[in-house]
């Protein structure tokens, strides 16, 4: 199962301007032209005719953060191991959401599940979703889910049999309530 806030994202190569094989000193001076050219005293200066101010400023953290991950060694590793993985899982048959999702109450932990085109079925425990986040509350016979970040997120989902997996959106905003089905 893989969390991403979202797939689309330019990666941090892209905002800072490298290769993914790049070296860290090539990293380190494509960041500082990089910075350089999208500081907020810099722009200021220049003529302002192709993008807002508050775009500039926004590309100027982006160039920031990006680095902030690649120039740990560390960091750069749980990087890429995070978008090799997100690549792997990226084809999916469908996206679903909570609300499609179907409830059963196991004792311990809930499980949600989805039904596949095979007759089998994509399914999370919500132990699974507590380790990411996301608790479930149980109140008389329904239940409520309550997120703690405030991003949406998602969750890739195999199914039990074939080979098929679905996109399971959770929406910060989304409070899920329900009966539960025994």
Known sequence: ????????????????????????????????SA????????QQKTSETSNP????????????????ILADPKSRALYDNELRTLRQ?????????????TIEDNGSCFE???????????SVESSELEEMGY??????NKISLQISGSLPASA???CGSCSLKVR?????????QTELNS
Request: charged share 30%; net charge negative; proline share 2%.
């Open 1 to 32: 199962m893989i969390l991403s806030n979202n797939l689309s994202q330019k990666t941090h190569y892209e905002i800072i301007g490298v290769k993914e094989d790049a070296s860290h000193e090539e990293i380190r001076k494509t960041y500082r």
């Open 35 to 42: 910075i350089l050219n999208h500081h907020p005293d810099k």
């Open 53 to 68: 101010e508050h775009e500039l400023a926004n590309r100027f953290l982006e160039v920031q953060r990006a680095w902030e």
């Open 89 to 101: 899982d990226a084809v999916t048959a469908e996206d679903v959401t909570l609300e499609d999702m």
């Open 112 to 122: 949600l599940y989805y039904h596949c085109r095979c007759g089998d079925y994509f």
């Open 135 to 140: 608790l479930f509350l149980r109140n008389g």
């Open 156 to 158: 890739i989902l195999p």
């Open 168 to 176: 399971l959106f959770i929406d910060a905003d989304f409070t899920l």
